[in-house]
């Protein structure tokens, strides 16, 4: 879903720009984008911003897991009867 909005986003970008400035500043744009894309600084940040984000991520799973452990425990009125048997959702 994120990925088809921020597609969509660029497609209105894209054809506004496109209509407005006319073809050669789109050429323009593009060919500064790529230049940023190449560049090795870019590159770097990008990396420690991919790597930083994984960090976050198993932080966030180990967090995760720690929690699911203690929140049948903290749950007022859980019996140990009501474990046995699966959860009923209304519906």
Not at 33 to 61: D, H, I, T, Y
């Amino acid at each position: 879903m994120k990925a088809r909005m921020m597609f969509m986003a660029g497609a209105a970008i894209g054809y506004v720009m496109g209509t407005k400035a006319g073809r050669e500043r789109y050429e323009q744009l593009k060919r500064l984008s790529q230049q940023m894309q190449e560049n090795p600084n870019v590159q770097e940040a990008a990396g420690k911003l991919r790597a930083k984000g994984e960090e976050f991520a198993g932080a966030a799973r180990g967090k995760a897991g720690q929690m699911k452990e203690r929140v049948p425990q903290q749950v007022p009125g859980r019996h140990k009867a009501s474990e046995d048997q699966p959860p009923v959702y209304p519906g």
